[in-house]
């Protein structure tokens, strides 16, 4: 297998558009990863930030597979752990260790900037998802909650 896994720097925006349109494919909300793109400059800005990290997989140079994570920073210790925020392959690529293989990228990275753990959430039916994290890491039963944010009232 000709892969090659990469951490997305400031000054390849390109392979970040990349990503996003292979997030919309294979989650199947082009409309959500396509339709507002964010500007280059933005992207570049937040692959500056020191706490998004986004990786790619790559075979002959076309992007099949990638996740984006955050580092966030802890109050009652100085350290920080790595949340993976999405994590893709391609269908066409799926079942080869791409998924595995991004994950032990962000590892590294992780282990660079001294984070002392990477977590992730899976949706209840997402069994692909649910096989791969068990595969990987210690199962924690928890429960999500959305909470809207109130915007106000423009007008006043």
């Known amino acids: 297998m000709n892969l090659t896994i990469q951490q997305i720097v ?3 925006v390109a392979l970040m558009e990349a990503l996003l349109a292979t997030f919309g494919e294979a989650f199947d909300e082009v409309e959500t990863y396509r339709g507002n793109r964010p500007s280059a400059n933005y992207l570049q800005q937040l692959l500056k930030s020191g706490y998004f990290i986004a990786i790619a997989a790559l075979k002959e140079g076309e992007v099949v597979g990638g ?3 955050y580092e966030l920073k802890k109050f009652e210790q100085e350290r920080s752990e790595i949340y993976i925020y999405d994590l893709a392959v391609a269908a066409a690529h799926r079942r080869e260790g791409i998924a595995t293989a991004l994950i032990q990228k962000l590892k590294e990275v992780a282990a660079a900037c001294g984070a002392y753990a ?11 998802a649910i096989e791969l994290y068990t595969k990987l890491g210690d199962r924690k039963d928890v429960l999500h909650f959305d909470i809207a944010v109130d915007r106000g009232n423009d007008n006043a």
Not at 118 to 128: K, R, T
Request: charged letters at 30%.
């Open 67 to 69: 996740l984006t994570a």
């Open 10 to 12: 400031p000054e390849d």
């Open 118 to 128: 990477i977590f992730v959430q899976a949706d209840i039916g997402d069994d692909p």
